[in-house]
């Protein structure tokens, strides 16, 4: 079996967000200890700014990195994968739809099920780049080969 999704969802799902969770926070925390200080209302700013900043990053990280799939490796005629402790199976003939995004960084690939599993119904994860690539509106290798065989597994059709 081998690794179709990328080394970085680690680094996409928890480290950049506790980074910037992190950072905002503490300009909040700065924010409250400079209104308290004052007694003024010229901190005010320094305030709402970080905290419509984490609503905003709480928001899209959990619409946009907290909902990946750790890992995925391909079986050949089945996908495994890995959010967390829970590992699901997925046969590629249950796979419905296989959708990439174009205007997100990075690229998710999204897989709508059949029947939900484990994780719902769309098992999103970050596929495997290739190592070098100009194009950023090129096919990703990942995607154009599961969506191939994924419609031969639906038809019945066996491929290598």
Known sequence: MQFISSKMTFVTKWLFPAIWLGGVSM???AGILSL???RTMDSLPFL??????????????????WDLADQVQDGGTYLLVRRGSIEQRVQLSDILNVSMSQFTNPKRLTLR???????GDEIAFIPKLPAWQINPFA??????????????????????
């Open 36 to 38: 308290a200080s004052r």
């Open 48 to 65: 709402l700014l970080p905290v419509a900043m984490l609503v905003f990053g709480y928001f899209l990280f959990r619409n946009l990195a």
């Open 27 to 29: 300009a909040l925390v």
């Open 113 to 119: 099920l059949r029947t939900p599993c484990q994780f």
């Open 139 to 160: 096919r990703n290798p990942v995607a154009e080969d599961l969506m191939r065989r994924v419609d031969s597994a639906r038809r019945g059709v066996i491929s290598a």
